[in-house]
């Protein structure tokens, strides 16, 4: 099977890793025809397994071999294809947003109750949907100018890790398309 890793915290800070290097732990993990996109932690491998075994997997051999935990979200060529067709904001709200539409990765599909927490931040500068385990968010402007509150996102939510929307259909165009 397919998947792409997303990985929290990569290149951030002290923490630097080449894609070569990144490809090689992976390949060493027993991943096959990896690839990775951008130097922000995507990696596209194949593998057989299930998913949250997978994640588990490759969180403590990254762990072991970089000697830093990295959380790992993990879908499968499927689930990102069915991402990359939603269109959780009408045409009028994007073309209207200075923001480019994000993607914010979570570990599993949210209760009712987590989601309501996490709709109710939402606001006209920053506008928020969920589907599956993922929170759709449109801000207004650039991410750095948003007053979201991210650690009532994730209190409500559990960890994420966020993309662009068009980061997520350029895997999918290049990969899986």
């Known amino acids: 099977m397919k998947f792409v890793a997303f990985l929290r915290g990569m290149n951030l800070g002290n923490r630097r890793l080449k894609n070569e290097e990144l490809r090689a732990h992976f390949e060493a993990l027993g991943c096959g025809e990896v690839a990775t ?3 922000s ?20 051999g990254l762990a072991e071999a970089l000697g830093y935990e990295v959380p790992v979200f993990l879908r499968s060529a499927g689930q990102l294809v069915a991402i990359a067709k939603r269109e959780p904001f009408t045409a009028k709200q994007v073309d209207a947003s200075k923001g480019k539409p994000q993607v914010a990765l979570l570990t599993r599909t949210p209760t009712v109750v987590a989601a309501k927490k996490a709709l109710a931040l939402a606001t006209d500068e920053d506008r928020l949907a969920i589907e599956d385990s993922e929170l759709h968010w449109l801000p207004a402007g650039g991410i750095s100018e948003s007053d979201l509150n991210w650690k009532a996102v994730e209190a409500a939510l559990g960890p994420t890790t966020v993309r662009t929307k068009g980061t997520i259909d350029q895997i999918v165009a290049k990969h899986f398309g």
């Open 37 to 39: 996109f951008r130097a």
């Open 41 to 60: 932690g995507n990696v596209v491998f194949a593998k057989d397994g299930r998913s949250g075994e997978l994640a588990a997997e490759l969180e403590a």
